[in-house]
């Protein structure tokens, strides 16, 4: 299994923006489709957003959807989550996770079906 390290997490007002970093080590990423989850205090982990292992295709939460993009580099073994016009309720506990895949088109937007996880990264937004 490929090893996950987010960071990029903070405090940030509503309205502004952060970037989510996860560094893998282990084995290249280049055959694993990669997810960001979240979940918040008192709250069911959330799906957040998907990327395939080629890039070629991605999904989004309903409420992040045309707020935060997802990209990947397979030569830096890094996947990024781009968190714009960010509202309160974004603040949570943010996970990357991965899984391997076969035809490189992969996504996820469950967390059952992946196998790695990070340790998370705290992002609180204040209203």
């Known amino acids: 299994q490929v090893q996950l390290v987010e960071s990029g997490g903070g405090l940030v007002q509503a309205g502004g923006s952060l970037r989510l970093s996860c560094a893998a080590s282990?084995?290249?990423?280049?055959?694993?489709?990669l997810g960001w989850f979240r979940q918040a205090p008192g709250k069911e982990r959330e799906f957040v957003a998907t990327?395939?292992?080629?890039?070629?295709?991605?999904a989004y939460g309903d409420s992040v959807r045309g707020r935060f993009t997802i990209s990947r580099d397979n030569v830096k073994n890094t996947v990024t989550l781009q968190m714009n016009s960010l509202k309160p309720e974004d603040t949570a506990v943010y996970y990357c996770?991965?899984?391997?895949?076969?035809?490189?088109?992969?996504?996820?937007?469950?967390?059952?079906?992946?196998?790695?996880w990070g340790q998370g990264t705290q992002v609180t937004v204040s209203s």
């Open positions: 996770a991965g899984r391997t895949s076969v035809w490189g088109s992969e996504y996820y937007t469950s967390s059952d079906r992946y196998d790695s």
């Open positions: 990327i395939s292992s080629t890039g070629t295709r991605t």
């Open positions: 282990g084995r290249s990423i280049n055959t694993y489709a």
